[in-house]
């Protein structure tokens, strides 16, 4: 339950504007060497949960590739094009349950037509979603794809994709290192060290509470505290809510208090999953515009 929650916000939150080469310093490493010797393989298959980045990496590195430094300089006559004429990106339509055959075929078109620059870059995204069609037409390409194609395709269900087509592509995972990135975030902003404490409970799913001042993050802590201990702490924890104004500040104590659960699932135990209950209601009643205060009081009552 708690994994697929983990899922669900790599999807909501998008970490898309996070540096890449933050996130999965091995693997860029790899594709950085790709593109200092201009070696490259015709097809790969970047896999990992959804929204962490998978097509962000795959344009940065076919970008970096046609320049020839990654990340990409800028100003060279590769660098120039807002969207690059050797770069298709392929996706489905937002009412398409699936991708369709048809572009598919249109991606192979483009890949045999030979490239204005060094090499061509098909990028298909959800590759899991093809059709039965598709993914013949696919293999078919890639059997017979011309030397200077490279396909990526980007997926988060790699078991969907027929592995006569997994075999064919260098499989990449990504799964990023958010342990490691909160750490360097944390790090940076030389708060105390029990706030440091602090922040490493609450902002798993929840960077922007980093960002806060110090004394806005000991609030949070203490109100989760209550929360947390109910017995002990109603009392304090209607004196601490009572100062509660804004929609917003009730959204930043539910992140914090996932975050804190995320991480403290194990010895929390069933108390753990009534809150998480408790917290999808709170959302809900949220967004129904119902009185934060009254939102957040249900947590304990
Ligand atoms: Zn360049």
Same mark, same amino acid.
């Given at each position: 339950?708690?994994? /697929?929650? =983990?899922?669900?916000? =790599? ?9 890449? /080469? ?13 593109? #200092?010797? #201009? ?16 097509? +962000? ?5 076919? /970008?970096? =590739? ?15 094009? &807002? ?8 996706? /489905?339509?937002?009412? +398409? ?20 620059? !060094? ?12 059709? #039965? ?29 027929? !592995? ?18 909160? &750490? ?22 929840? =960077? !922007?509470?980093?960002?806060?001042? &110090? &004394? ?15 017995? +002990? ?14 929609? #917003?500040?009730?959204? +930043?104590? *539910? ?41 957040? *009081?249900?947590?304990?009552?």
């Amino acid at each position: 339950m708690i994994f /697929k929650n =983990f899922y669900q916000f =790599f999807r909501e939150r998008q970490i898309y504007s996070v540096d890449l /080469k933050r996130l999965y310093p091995n693997t860029y490493k790899v594709f950085e060497r790709m593109v #200092q010797n #201009q070696e490259i393989r015709n097809a790969f298959l970047f896999y990992g949960p959804q929204g962490v980045g998978k097509i +962000d990496f795959a344009l940065h590195f076919a /970008k970096s =590739f046609l320049c020839g430094l990654m990340p990409p300089c800028g100003f060279c006559s590769e660098c120039v094009y &807002e969207s690059h004429p050797d770069i298709l990106i392929v996706r /489905k339509s937002a009412d +398409d349950e699936r991708l369709k055959v048809e572009s598919v075929r249109s991606a192979i078109d483009f890949a045999l037509v030979p490239p204005y620059s !060094s090499r061509k870059f098909i990028i298909i995204q959800d590759a899991h979603l093809m059709t #039965q069609q598709g993914y013949s037409a696919l293999l078919k390409a890639l059997e017979e794809s011309k030397p200077y194609t490279t396909y990526i395709l980007t997926a988060s269900k790699i078991e969907l994709i027929p !592995s006569t087509i997994v075999s064919r592509c260098v499989k990449v995972r990504f799964f990023p290192n958010i342990k490691e990135l909160l &750490e360097t975030k944390i790090q940076e902003k030389n708060f105390p060290q029990d706030v440091n404490e602090i922040l490493y409970n609450i902002s798993y799913f929840n =960077f !922007s509470v980093i960002e806060k001042d &110090e &004394e806005t993050i000991r609030r949070i802590w203490k109100i989760l505290s209550c929360v947390i201990n109910p017995e +002990d702490s109603r009392a304090e924890f209607i004196k601490l809510i009572n100062e509660i104004r804004e929609i #917003q500040e009730a959204r +930043d104590i *539910l992140d914090s208090l996932e975050s804190y659960l995320v991480k403290n699932s194990a010895k929390l135990g069933s108390f753990s999953v009534d809150l998480w209950e408790k917290i999808r209601t709170a959302r809900r009643n949220l967004e129904v515009f119902i009185n934060p205060k009254i939102v957040l *009081l249900s947590l304990v009552f």
